[in-house]
């Protein structure tokens, strides 16, 4: 079993920064792929960004790329999404979710554990 906790969310203007973490437990951390999703009022939930359990090789959507980062430090059990160039359309409930090490770290579904969210809101 793993236990995700999300913090870092706020109000923040356009252009500006966040990060958010994603806090683990369990001893099985590091061998767990870790994805960040978020859902807009109204819309369904999105993939944000992925990374496996070495921290190489991640992905984002095309929308983030170049602005959002996704790390993780396995000593810590905690992920991190940091943010820059936040735009108003980034405004959403943030969601960390982990799984055994696979591919597709953008299908919700394939995901065993999920954090109760955090909110983020950018003011234009």
């Known amino acids: 079993q793993v236990q995700l906790v999300e913090s870092g969310g706020g109000l923040v203007q356009a252009g500006g920064s966040l990060r958010l973490s994603c806090a683990a437990s369990g001893r099985t951390f590091g061998s767990y792929v870790i994805s960040w999703f978020r859902q807009a009022p109204g819309k369904e939930r999105e993939f944000v960004a992925g990374i496996n359990w070495s921290g190489r090789n991640p992905y984002y959507t095309d929308s983030v790329k170049g602005r959002f980062t996704i790390s993780r430090d396995n000593a810590k059990n905690t992920a991190y999404l940091q943010m820059n160039s936040l735009k108003p359309e980034d405004t959403a409930v943030y969601y960390c979710?982990?799984?055994?090490?696979?591919?597709?770290?953008?299908?919700?579904?394939?995901?065993?554990?999920w954090g109760q969210g955090t909110q983020v809101t950018v003011s234009s």
């Open positions: 979710a982990a799984k055994v090490a696979g591919g597709n770290y953008g299908y919700a579904g394939a995901f065993d554990y």
